[in-house]
T-cell receptor
Framework: AQSVAQPEDQVNVAEGNPLTVKCTYS??????LFWYVQYPNRGLQFLLK??????LVKGSYGFEAEFNKSQTSFHLKKPSALVSDSALYFC??????????????FGSGTRLSIRP | SAVISQKPSRDICQRGTSLTIQCQVD?????MFWYRQQPGQSLTLIAT?????????ESGFVIDKFPISRPNLTFSTLTVSNMSPEDSSIYLC????????????FGAGSRLTVL
């Protein structure tokens, strides 16, 4: 069965500094990896995905993520944080193989707080 | 991308009652998924709903407590039966169809409070 871990409950960054939100995963086949963001009292919004191809994927709002197969990681990054990036971020994984190949499992979430 | 509408958006319910949440997608989708989320916490998959077959439930969730219907390719319902305060949560409907075939799109959620 697939699983995903976000080791940090909260990440605090000063505006203008780079940010990283960590994610590691476990699957039996090849992973499909995703990042979603949730703003207060709002629904989940898709940020970016890795299915195949380049290990560095770019998404919405200037975010990017790097797929690292050897470390089974998919960390979310942004070169320069904005106060408006403050939100709850979820990493998610889908295993392309097996009986559960259709479902997506979410990590525990990381609350990103950007201070002015 | 797919647009998913859920209703009710929120409700306050009495212990022991049941509530049905409706989910409408603006395009035909093969699979729909129901998740539960405590505010500010992670999403837990309840079940996968396929049209024309019984829903597939995740460990810890049973059909008697969370019966699901999937009458066609654009609609599904989730019922939370015999509710208790522990069922207070946000229930989210989702389907593939946003930003590419492999991306889940979510409804805005149904926030249930059980007194």
């Amino acid at each position: 069965a697939q699983s995903v871990a976000q080791p940090e409950d909260q990440v605090n960054v000063a505006e203008g500094n780079p940010l990283t939100v960590k994610c590691t995963y476990s699957v039996s086949g090849n992973p499909y990896l995703f990042w979603y963001v949730q703003y207060p009292n709002r629904g989940l919004q898709f940020l970016l995905k890795y299915i195949t191809g380049d290990n560095l994927v770019k998404g919405s709002y200037g975010f990017e993520a790097e797929f690292n197969k050897s470390q089974t990681s998919f960390h979310l990054k942004k070169p320069s944080a904005l106060v408006s990036d403050s939100a709850l971020y979820f990493c998610a994984v889908r295993d392309e193989r097996g009986s559960s190949a259709s479902k997506i499992i979410f990590g525990s979430g990381t609350r990103l707080s950007i201070r002015p | 991308s797919a647009v998913i509408s859920q209703k009710p958006s929120r409700d306050i319910c009495q212990r022991g009652t049941s509530l049905t949440i409706q989910c409408q997608v603006d395009s035909q989708v093969t699979m729909m998924f129901w998740y539960r989320q405590q505010p500010g916490q992670s999403l837990t998959l309840i079940a996968t709903a396929n049209q024309g077959s019984e829903a597939t439930y995740e460990s810890g969730f049973v059909i008697d407590k969370f019966p699901i219907s999937r009458p066609n390719l654009t609609f599904s319902t989730l019922t939370v039966s015999n509710m208790s305060p522990e069922d207070s949560s946000i229930y989210l409907c989702s389907a593939y169809g946003g930003s590419g075939a492999n991306v889940l799109t979510f409804g805005a959620g149904s926030r249930l409070t059980v007194l």
